[in-house]
């Protein structure tokens, strides 16, 4: 027992802090790096069908990607060649994430799964699903690697310890009449907190350990209207293969910042929101996306925002005045993931046209 306490003392290196910290380098000013440019260094080709998902391995040097093929690709990231599919998802990979440590890539399916794999072997160790799951749509690990949350089309929100794969946790709101959707979920930079995302367009914020609680309900994209609230919403109808109401705040993504400030939301309303932490005030708006904002990631100094969304287009902001400084416009179809690497001196971004790219900062290398 003491040397179980021991090991979940000693913290994971987490990919939040940048490559150069500690190493006598001074640390990139990312604000800066991206700004000066921001090229296209490789094509991965070789999903048949729009990707969802795409994560960089801890060592900066292998790519996984997932998506609406059911497979689970991995890329060496020098060459661009495909190193390995993973199989055994049966519907969309929607979500792919390496633990701190390497050791373990977990994927969220629309199959109602998550599955642990050894990236190394291509080896599944392990399922995790519990009897009433519905579509897995978000993953988020603890900064440690040691508890991984899911989102799906669900109203609960269960977490996991990735080694053994035990359930820890169910998180449900005190409203026992709210039927809505956890679809999307952030561990905060310190792990304490828990952020989820609702189909409606609404966010919580949760106490982690011990007590799972619901701590702060915000209404955050969603707007009551006279002809709506949020009895009437969306839900799925097998029969009819839709959905009966459109909900126009779904949430799409969720991040914090790596100083733990700010927490960011992307939603079908074509808006980024931020809001000021711990106690989820509304700071400002950011509108530029022209269709559902999917993806978002934040440099590790804290300056700059990166999202991607239906409209094709990834966007670069800074964060300290809201303002949209480039937008990438190389995807032919909706991008769904986005991904900046260990050091934060590449961005990844997976795409509804079939193909992950590779994207540098920094001015162009002189020939």
Known sequence: MPDQTASQLVPSPSPLI????????????????WKAGARELTTYRGHSHGVWSVAFAPDGLTLASGGADRLVRLWDIETGRLLRSLRGHTADIRSVLFTPDGQTLATASEDRTIRLWNPITGESKKLLFTRYDHNVVSLSLSPDGLMLARGSHNKDIKIWE??????????????????????????????VHLASGMDIGKIKLWDVLPSGEEKIVHAGHWKETEEDSSETRGYFVDDDGGFQKAMDYWIGAMAFTPDAKLLITGSRDQTIKLFDMPHVAEQR??????????????????????????????????????????????????????????DGMKLASASWDRTVKLWAGGAEPQE
């Open 285 to 342: 708006t950011l509108k530029g996306h022209t269709a559902w904002v999917r993806a978002l990631a934040v440099t590790a100094d804290s300056k700059v925002l990166i999202s991607a969304g239906d409209d094709a287009t990834i966007r670069f902001w800074d964060l300290s005045n809201g303002r949209c400084f480039r937008t990438l416009k190389a995807h032919a179809a909706a991008v769904r993931g986005i991904t900046l690497s260990p």
């Open 162 to 191: 990735v080694t053994t794969g035990t359930e820890l946790m169910t998180l449900l709101g005190k409203d026992q009449y709210d039927h809505n959707w956890s679809v999307c979920v952030a561990f905060s930079p310190d792990g």
């Open 18 to 33: 940048p490559a150069s910290s500690g190493t006598g380098i001074a640390p990139v000013d990312f604000l800066e790096y």
